[in-house]
């Protein structure tokens, strides 16, 4: 079956250190994944994309790896702060090829938590 | 910078009640999404829309479930008669044309708690 899955255990780490967030998805080939945070109560807001040839994207303090051999995606954020405490998500669209303005498929979200 | 907008926050409802939540997408996107999350659940896809009609729509949106571009700026949905189930945060979600890469914007969120 085709699933998306996210570490389901909070992570919580101290200011300053890289918090890394993990998604694995089995029986999608998707052309791209996608970053999303979720803070409670509101609708997520995109942060990153990255395209299934490229390894890895960057933008600011927030970096993304693809790997479509492991079909894995790492998510980091360096510099930790508490106002990154949030709930994190990925998603991808499940067509293949490419279907413009697909439907998105969500993780669980992995909820990260940064103490001063 | 333009964002998508949510009317109302928060719907109370009784069991059997139509409900209808309103969107404004961003104004140059022309591609539109309603997703729901149940508390503590994943956010799940219920449907999308282009070009005035339904492209995609999952098991969820079955009969009781409709949407309507009635205008040139808003996006409804209706659930025709409610269920306690179908309490959760319902987000609308919009893309831009163009761009091959469909990241979406989504929406604060409506609130539904049905009773």
């Known amino acids: 079956s085709q699933k998306i899955e996210q570490n389901s255990e909070a992570l919580n780490i101290q200011e300053g250190k890289t918090a890394t967030l993990t998604c694995n998805y089995t029986?999608?080939?998707?052309?791209?994944l996608q970053w999303y945070r979720q803070d409670p109560g509101r609708g997520p807001v995109f942060l990153l994309l990255i395209r299934e040839n490229e390894k890895e994207k960057r933008k600011e303090r927030l970096k993304v790896t693809f790997d479509t051999t492991l079909k894995q995606s790492l998510f980091h954020i360096t510099a930790s702060q508490p106002a990154d405490s949030a709930t994190y998500l990925c998603?991808?669209?499940?067509?293949?090829?490419?279907?413009?303005?697909?439907?998105?498929?969500f993780g669980q979200g992995t909820e990260l938590s940064v103490k001063p | 910078e333009p964002e998508v907008t949510q009317t109302p926050s928060h719907q109370v409802t009784q069991m059997g009640q139509e409900v209808i939540l309103r969107c404004v997408p961003i104004s140059n996107h022309l591609y539109f999404y309603w997703y729901r999350q149940i508390l503590g659940q994943k956010v799940e896809f219920l449907v999308s829309?282009?070009?005035?009609?339904?492209?995609?729509k999952s098991e969820i949106f079955d009969d009781q479930f409709s949407v309507e571009r009635p205008d040139g700026s808003n996006f409804t949905l209706k659930i025709r008669s409610t269920k306690l189930e179908d309490s959760a945060m319902y987000f609308c979600a919009s893309t831009s044309p163009g761009r091959n890469t469909n990241e979406q914007y989504f929406g604060p969120g409506t609130r539904l708690t049905v009773t």
């Open positions: 829309f282009y070009n005035n009609e339904i492209s995609e």
């Open positions: 029986n999608y080939s998707p052309a791209y």
């Open positions: 998603a991808l669209d499940p067509s293949y090829p490419y279907n413009q303005g697909g439907k998105l498929i």
